[in-house]
């Protein structure tokens, strides 16, 4: 695998094009892991320099800010952004909606500014741009994909297209569910709902959308965060269904399509 | 005899007028209790948004039946109220009908346009009083929706019901005292919708109908100026307070969580960044406890909640049978700002009637169960934000008291010690690329 860090770029004296923001999910999850690896598969594929920042990199402090602990997310944020401003970044891509967030802002207020995208719209340009080919062609079509909608994404920034642009240009069969995009359901992950048990109630909230999801006879879940793709394969794995319906990132869709 | 009806006149608007006064006094009383924030830029996109959103009712249209029915009682009460000028100029001078005779034929054109907004604020009314109470909508019938809230809805419509009618009476008994040629009964051309009414009074002697006519106008005056003062008991403030509140709705990415500076301040001194503050300016509390750590805004925005209940309808935590009901959020600081007040005016102790919004009103196991989705703000129809009071209170429990969840403790410490809310060591961070 082809990544070069920021440091070894720095040491060629040479500057990317962009960073890859990699994110805890993407660096420590198994599944989220698969989605950095397939989101590398295709930047190396077009050829755009890229770097990761690799163990420099550390939680953007989102989860802790959302549940409350301000000094921790500006001790994190502030460090961050000193090694991010340290390297010069000016362009970030990630694939995770809740760094994307607050890299691009929260992070502004302290002091780090930076062109921020998630990949989801980054895949979109790739693929207006021509820069992805998605020869395989016909291996998607008529496969019924449906597309959570990331509240970070959706609602948090108003990003709704770009992912099912992405969806569209594989030729499937999109289908959408009854609530989406400024109505879309939570998956349950956010406001550091991830890191903890929900409180008491009658369902969890990845289930209800999981029934949702399924409800539409797709038999693939289309996301763009890792956190709702914890969930959404946790509710799939609950209706015993993981061998009929599998929850992908637009990454992983994208690459399988390139035959990367 | 008319002097008489004169002076009772002024003395009703006098009263109406103080006690309209002493409430909103309380009520921005109340309000600033709050921090102060200081909301002056973008004036521009300010006014947009309120133009859009509180005049225009943008985001009522995402659902358009109720949007639709809503704008007739907004247009009427927008439009009729332009007649209430004339009620009170005849009031105080013993006039009838002042404009008639200067407006002439636009008058009887504006009658049967007010006369059409009363009819369809009155079907309007009535459909949601059966959406309520026949049809049980379920937003209006969840847990926070007790008895007052309940009652309150439904006064309001009924209210507003009796109030058209007696436009509509007024109207029609005033046509037939015209048609009988009582010279004090300016012609007004023909009312159109009032009409319909006539049969009714038309038996009646020209006295009944002045009596009518009267007590009608009566109704209908003094009606509006209770319901005004009313009002500022109720939920149904909404109608002055969606403005302000549309225009001080923070205009940044529903995603941003206001920073803290104080946190800043501190953050920079202990990483070498700043010379440390000099003189620790006492920063009060971290996050909120009670509404007087809010800032004024979201106190506002309590007070411009009418408890239509959409946000909680699209909350992912209360669907799935959580306590949160982010309605029941705005409610609680609502009530507290309430009795905070009340007891404020009876010389009480006010805040510190030993109880705070965090625990007596709102409890943890409420605000710990948002997924911070936005769901709720992306549904208010006025821009109410209920995710800034929950963040708020989540501050104060992570900073103050150090009582968040135990879960969210270890994540924090995770963060603290390998840089991610997992303890992975922070040394296999890059470890996917092997």
């Known amino acids: 695998m082809n990544v070069t860090t920021m440091a070894e770029w720095a040491a060629k004296g040479e500057t990317p094009e962009v960073l890859f923001w990699v994110g805890c999910a993407g660096s420590f999850d198994d599944r989220a892991k698969r989605v950095t690896l397939a989101f590398v598969k295709i930047l190396n594929a077009t050829g755009i320099k890229f770097a990761v920042l690799g163990t420099e990199e550390t939680c953007t402090g989102d989860p802790a800010r959302r549940a409350g602990n301000e000094f921790l997310f500006q001790m994190q944020a502030m460090n961050n952004i000193q090694v991010l401003n340290g390297y010069g970044v000016k362009k970030i891509v990630t694939a995770c909606p809740h760094c994307f967030n607050t890299l691009k802002n929260e992070y502004p207020e302290l002091g780090g500014n930076y062109e921020v995208i998630h990949h989801a719209t980054f895949l979109q340009q790739l693929i207006n741009d ?73 369902k969890d909230i990845n289930i209800a959308r999981t029934e949702e999801a399924l409800a539409t006879g797709a038999n693939t879940i289309a996301v763009a965060c890792p956190f709702c793709m914890t969930m959404m394969s946790d509710g799939v794995k609950n209706k015993e269904k993981e061998a009929d319906v599998k929850v992908k990132d637009i990454a992983e869709l994208i690459a399988e399509a390139e035959g990367l | 005899m008319a002097i008489v009806q004169q002076i009772v006149f002024l003395a009703t608007l006098g009263i109406a007028g103080y ?13 600033l209790l709050g921090k102060d924030a200081s909301i002056t830029d973008r004036k521009d996109q300010r006014l947009k948004n309120m133009l859009l959103v509180a005049f225009g009712q943008k985001k009522m249209f995402k659902r358009w039946i109720p949007a639709t029915l809503h704008f007739f009682i907004y247009a009427g009460f927008l439009i009729i109220n332009l007649e209430v000028l004339e009620f009170i100029i005849d009031g105080l001078a013993g006039t009838h009908r002042i404009f008639a005779p200067v407006l002439g034929g636009a008058y009887n054109f504006l009658m049967n346009g007010f006369e059409f907004l009363a009819v369809a604020v009155l079907a309007a009314c009535v459909i949601f009083l059966i959406r309520r109470n026949v049809l049980k909508l379920p937003r209006f019938h969840s847990a926070e929706m007790t008895r007052w809230p309940r009652m309150d809805a439904n006064l309001i419509l009924c209210i507003e019901i009796a109030l058209m009618f007696a436009i509509l009476f007024m109207n029609a008994s005033d046509q037939l005292l015209q048609s009988r040629g009582h010279e004090h009964y300016t012609p007004t051309g023909p009312l159109f919708f ?44 909404h109608i002055f307070l969606a403005f302000p509140n549309t225009y001080y709705a923070t205009l940044e990415a529903k995603g941003h969580i206001n920073n803290m500076p104080v946190v800043t301040a501190e953050v920079k001194s202990m990483l070498g960044l700043a010379p440390a503050p000099a003189a620790p300016a006492m920063p009060g509390r971290f ?101 800034e009071i929950i963040l708020e209170l989540r501050r104060f429990q992570a900073m103050e008291e150090s009582s968040s969840p135990q879960q969210w403790n270890s994540m924090f410490q995770n963060i603290e010690t390998s840089f991610a809310p997992w303890k992975f060591p922070a040394s296999d961070r890059f470890n996917w690329a092997k």
């Open chain 1, 130 to 202: 021509g820069k992805v080919k998605l020869a395989g062609g016909g291996s998607f079509k008529g496969r019924k994909i449906t597309y959570h909608d990331s509240c970070y994404l959706g609602r948090a920034n108003n990003i709704y297209e770009a992912p099912r642009e992405v969806l569209q240009a594989l030729d499937a069969d999109l289908v959408e569910m009854k609530r989406c995009r400024t109505t879309g359901l939570c998956c349950g992950a956010g406001g550091a709902q991830m890191f903890k048990e929900p409180e008491p109630g009658k």
């Open chain 2, 19 to 31: 006690l309209i006064r002493k409430r909103v006094l309380r009520i921005r009383g109340n309000i």
């Open chain 2, 194 to 237: 009032s009409s319909f009414f006539m049969p009714v009074l038309q038996s009646l002697s020209t006295t009944g109908l002045e009596v009518v006519e009267r007590f009608c106008w009566w109704f209908h005056i003094v009606g509006i100026l209770g319901f005004s003062v009313y009002i500022t008991y109720s939920k149904h403030l």
């Open chain 2, 287 to 387: 996050g909120a406890k009670d509404i007087n750590d809010l800032s004024w805004n979201n106190l506002m925005a309590a007070y411009s909640c009418t408890e239509c209940g959409r946000c909680t309808s699209e909350c992912p935590a209360n669907l799935t049978g959580k306590r949160l009901s982010p309605r029941k959020i705005m409610m609680d600081v609502r009530d507290r700002m309430e009795d905070v007040g009340k007891s404020i005016e009876k010389g009480g102790p006010g805040l510190n009637d030993g109880k705070t919004l965090l625990g007596d009103y709102i409890t943890k196991e409420e605000i710990n169960a948002c997924t911070s989705c936005n769901a709720c703000v992306e549904a208010c129809p006025v821009l109410i934000n209920p995710l």
